[in-house]
């Protein structure tokens, strides 16, 4: 069976539906309309330069090609990680907690599962490569930014309980730990609540597209299922990292909350 | 400036020595406590007496050396050195939801519950919930869950300024005990003349670059120097 192939009518047909919500929303004055089609905009010219970018590289297979593109989507969701936080951190370790969380949970996930599951040859194949690489980063991308945002945010919220506990004593591990808790929850609910869902309130994306794309549907319940688990491990383990990481960061040695480290708010960036 | 507290030139062993302590623009400063010496400390609104406390605890940075023992504070690990040299902060924070888990009970729950009365509360306020305590209360418990970590320093931040006469008197009484049983020295933040006079043997007034030693612990001297410091 072959994909329904789209033609342009069929895509603005779509697309005038967006341009209608905006319209409605620019009449009722609900806001939103322009940035709505912006984002729609932006959408539609990054797809289609991704789109003739893998079409390039699946014809050029070539390890380094590979990796170019795979660290260009990682700094780019390193630095979305950061964009994302309401009070971020100073300096490059900003970019750093975000960039490091991202390639614990993609990066080397995606490696592992090209040459430990995968098995193709080459085990870089871009036709699974970089789409495995773009779900992970895309997927776990989200638990990673709420857990940094809620982190920075909290121990800004709460300076004074933090001290509190450290002039009774604690160590930094103690006096953080209700926080940490508290970002590992942030950063996980909502994988944890898509993974009960999937299936019966949503049918996955990629699923849906490998279906679509003529799939059997048992053998595209199985990719789902891997890529979930991925996602979920992924997930975890970078909202583990950067907990950890901001943790380290927001205290010194002498185990002094040092908030001097954030930035101050900038109050026109949303 | 002047001598300073510590009333004996040898220094003994267990004092809390403050040397050449710089924060911010303000400092140096050099004082001591002895064991068992309660130490006022006053000083205009803004003039750093919060801050040089938040010092002495590693809380912030700064430059110089505090000793406890003939050691400096950066010899202790962070923790240890702030469970010796506990500071009370004026406005107590509270994380649990009970009070009693705020608590520890090194040597028992008799200790705690010991120490509940002899500042005017029952057993049963282990199980109150923290939302409900009034600021006054608070400020005694909080007084209470420092000095069952049994520190040898205590540096207090206006701990009294939200309590009636009674309580306040309670607190300085349990304050006073936990001092002679344990040989505790303390540094007293504190606005109330009357307060400093009742408990301080030596007084301190901040000013950005030195500590002025009060000789004589009369209610009289130290408002007229209060007073000549203000502006």
């Known amino acids: 069976m072959n994909v329904a192939v789209l033609s342009a009518l069929d895509l603005s047909i779509a697309a005038a539906l967006v341009v209608l919500l905006a319209l409605l929303s620019f009449r009722l004055k609900l806001g939103l309309a322009a940035q709505m089609l912006i984002a729609a905009l932006r959408m539609i010219i990054q797809l289609l330069l991704v789109g003739m970018v893998l079409q390039f590289l699946f014809a050029n297979s070539s390890l380094w090609l590979v990796i170019l593109i795979s660290m260009v989507m990682l700094l780019a969701a390193g630095r979305e990680v950061r964009s994302r936080a309401k009070r971020k951190i100073r300096g490059p370790i900003g970019y750093g907690v975000g960039v490091g969380s991202m390639f614990i949970s993609s990066f080397s996930i995606a490696v592992l599962a090209l040459l430990v599951i995968l098995q193709q040859d080459p085990w870089y194949e871009p036709r699974y ?142 | 400036m002047k001598e ?56 912030d940075e700064h430059q110089g050396e505090c000793l406890l023992n003939g050691i400096s ?51 049963e306020v282990l199980n109150w919930q923290v939302q409900r305590l009034s600021t006054g209360e608070k400020q005694r418990l909080s007084v209470v869950r420092a000095l069952l970590r049994e520190p040898s320093v205590l540096l207090l931040d206006e701990i009294g300024s939200s309590l009636d006469g009674d309580s306040e008197l309670l607190l300085e009484q349990m304050l006073m005990d936990y001092r002679r049983r344990r040989r505790a020295s303390i540094l007293w933040v504190s606005h109330s003349p009357g307060q400093l006079a009742r408990v301080a043997d030596t007084l301190l007034v901040l000013h950005p670059d030195r500590l002025e030693a009060v000789q004589e612990v009369s209610q009289n001297q130290f408002a007229q120097k209060n007073q000549e410091v203000s502006p």
């Not at chain 2, 609104?45 to 919060?50: E, I």
Request: charged fraction near 20%.
């Open chain 1, 129 to 270: 490569a970089i789409p495995f690489l773009g779900m992970l980063l895309g997927n776990t991308m989200t638990g990673i930014a709420l857990a940094v945002d809620r982190m920075t945010s909290l121990f800004h919220e709460q300076k004074e309980a933090v001290e509190q506990r450290l002039m009774l004593g604690e160590t930094k591990g103690e006096a953080g730990a209700d926080i940490r808790r508290d970002c590992m929850r942030a950063g996980m609910i909502p994988l944890i609540n898509s993974m009960a869902a999937a299936g019966l309130v949503s049918l996955p994306g990629m699923m849906t597209g490998q279906i679509l794309g003529g799939t059997p549907p048992m053998e595209a319940v199985k990719y789902q299922l891997l890529i979930m688990f991925l996602i979920g491990a992924g997930t975890g383990f970078g909202v583990i990292c950067s907990i950890l990481m901001i943790q380290n960061h927001l205290f010194d040695e002498r185990h002094r909350l040092r908030l001097d480290r954030l930035l101050p708010l900038q109050p026109r960036n949303r």
């Open chain 2, 4 to 59: 300073p507290v510590s009333p004996s030139s040898s220094p003994d062993p267990d004092q809390l020595i403050v040397s050449g302590l710089r924060f911010g623009s303000q400092g140096p400063y050099d004082f001591s406590l002895a064991p068992g010496m309660c130490c006022g400390l006053s000083g205009v609104s803004g003039s750093g007496k919060t801050l040089l406390l938040r010092a002495i605890a590693d809380l």
């Open chain 2, 73 to 123: 504070s950066s010899a202790y690990p962070a923790f240890e050195w702030r469970s010796r040299v506990a500071l009370v902060p004026a406005e107590s924070r509270w994380w649990h939801e009970l009070v009693g888990d705020h608590l520890i009970y090194r040597d028992g729950e008799k200790r705690a519950v010991d120490l509940l009365v002899s500042c005017g509360f029952g057993a």
